[in-house]
């Protein structure tokens, strides 16, 4: 997407990004109605389509929001079309330092959460044994 920021001349994106998530979001929840101010009733892939027209009422400017909306296409065809499709792989991976950054569940870890003695009881709300 920052490589489209010079196209549309603006060097915030934040609309763009976030038309980009409505965009996915509506595309994996095809079914859920929506309705938009209590006037329009309509499936969720056409949300975007829907703010894009309200914008324009508005008066912005759609180059933002169709950027928006063909990045986040490209993301929902790359992470979940293609890799559905026959001899299709997973084109789009999180790199090892960010998940080693956000999840940095060892092996240790499960090896101790699975040391647990079957006697303990695990409680609900915590998930971790009761200190008796």
Excluded: C
Aim: charged share 15%.
């Amino acid at each position: 997407m920052l490589g489209f920021t010079f196209l549309v001349n603006m060097m915030f994106l934040g609309q763009a990004l976030t038309l980009m998530l409505v965009y996915v979001w509506a595309r994996r929840n095809p079914f859920v109605r929506m309705s938009f101010f209590g006037l329009l009733t309509f499936n969720a892939p056409y949300l975007p389509w829907v703010l894009v027209g309200f914008g324009l009422l508005l008066g912005n400017s759609v180059e933002v929001d169709m950027l928006g909306m063909v990045v986040g296409h490209a993301y929902f065809f790359l992470e979940d079309v293609f890799p559905q499709q026959d001899g299709g792989w997973k084109i789009l991976k999180t790199p090892a330092f960010l998940k080693a950054l956000v999840d940095p569940e060892t092996d240790d870890a499960l090896d101790h959460s699975n040391q647990l003695n079957d006697n303990q009881e695990v409680t609900e709300e915590t998930g971790r044994p009761h200190q008796d």
